[in-house]
């Protein structure tokens, strides 16, 4: 039986581009997660449109998989960058190009060797062929004589570089928000001052979960702080605005916080204007400055730049922080 198929006797195809047919050949894919970039081609490359809205349930029902399989599947394709989605968790799906797909992953040690379970008699779990005749025969030489060391002792070998261990780069994205350690937020606070760099992250974030995903998210992070920094340090405009008098105020109504030394200090004025510039609320003066100090003033502690702080001028009018504490006195 040929398994060439006649248009005339068809009911209709899905024209799919040769490159992403081999690509899809080679990639190595747990079978659970290659049903999965078949179903979104088959709902969108057949349709004709780069990308569409398919839920979980939607294509647990087109694999026959379970809704939870389905998300684990979807959130692995999506890091490898098989698949992008386009506005977050519940946005549009689609196949990414082929060349920024990430066509192996690195496995994870397993054992070489087990025993049976009717004898002590050791197997091997690796075929014979993984080692070859000259990867043996490079033990021995008839120069010197072999050589043991303990394991703890062995380093590249002459003329290799050490095997690199990848680090921790300290930020994670899950598609809607980024998770950055606290380390890293205080460093860059200090580096890009006077940018609010919690504000910024959220911005970014809302950025990233409506666009393709990132091979290195912290390196985006880093180009969007300086860009955020350029932006800043071009002068934030006080028009209007009783940077001032809302310094004052805080001293007065909250004297056993922290007494704000510089009051020309750049980071902090421009967070205060950021802060009035907000809502039309913000803008009422005394009628709403006072109250927030009286509130902020019961507070021994706030989160702030990823960690618990005492509430200093500068942490109250930080975005996080400001609006977490105005929503609460309402």
Not at 14 to 25: G, S, W
Not at 77 to 91: A, D, Y
Not at 266 to 279: D, G
Request: charged share 25%; hydrophobic share 40%.
């Amino acid at each position: 039986m040929s398994n060439v198929t006649q248009l005339r006797n068809t009911g209709g195809f899905t024209r799919m581009d040769n490159r992403l047919m081999e690509a899809l050949a080679a990639v190595d894919l747990p079978a659970r997660e290659f049903r999965v970039v078949m179903a979104i081609a088959r709902q969108t490359i057949g349709y004709n449109v780069e990308s569409k809205r398919l839920s979980a349930d939607e294509i647990g029902k087109l694999t026959n998989m379970r809704r939870d399989v389905v998300s684990k599947a979807i959130s692995h394709l999506l890091e490898r960058r098989i698949i992008f989605r386009v506005g977050g968790s519940r946005g549009e799906i689609g196949v990414s190009p082929v060349s920024e797909w990430s066509f192996y992953e690195e496995k994870k040690a397993r054992l070489s060797e087990t025993k049976t379970s009717h004898s002590a008699q050791i197997v091997s779990l690796v075929s014979d062929s993984s080692e070859t005749k000259t990867a043996t025969s490079l033990l021995y030489t008839k120069k010197e004589p072999l050589v043991t060391v303990p394991s703890e002792q062995i380093t590249a070998p002459q003329g290799g570089e050490p095997a690199q261990v990848e680090k921790d780069s300290g930020v994670s994205f899950n598609g809607e928000d980024f998770q950055v350690s606290s380390d890293l937020i205080t460093k860059w606070a200090k580096a890009y001052a006077p940018v609010d760099v919690e504000t910024e992250i959220v911005r970014a974030a809302a950025w990233a979960s409506a666009n393709r995903p990132k091979k290195d998210y912290r390196r985006f992070l880093v180009n969007w702080l300086a860009k955020a920094h350029v932006k800043v340090a071009s002068g934030v405009s006080e028009t209007g605005v009783p940077v001032d008098q809302i310094i004052d105020l805080y001293h007065r109504v909250c004297p056993n916080l922290p007494v704000v030394t510089v009051k020309t200090d750049k980071a902090l004025r421009s967070m205060i204007v950021e802060r009035w510039n907000e809502a039309e609320a913000h803008k009422s003066g005394k009628s709403f400055w006072l109250p927030y100090f009286e509130k902020a003033n019961n507070r021994s502690q706030v989160f702030y730049r990823g960690q618990n702080v005492v509430p200093r001028l500068e942490a109250l009018v930080s975005r996080a922080v400001f609006r977490e504490i105005s929503e609460a006195q309402q």
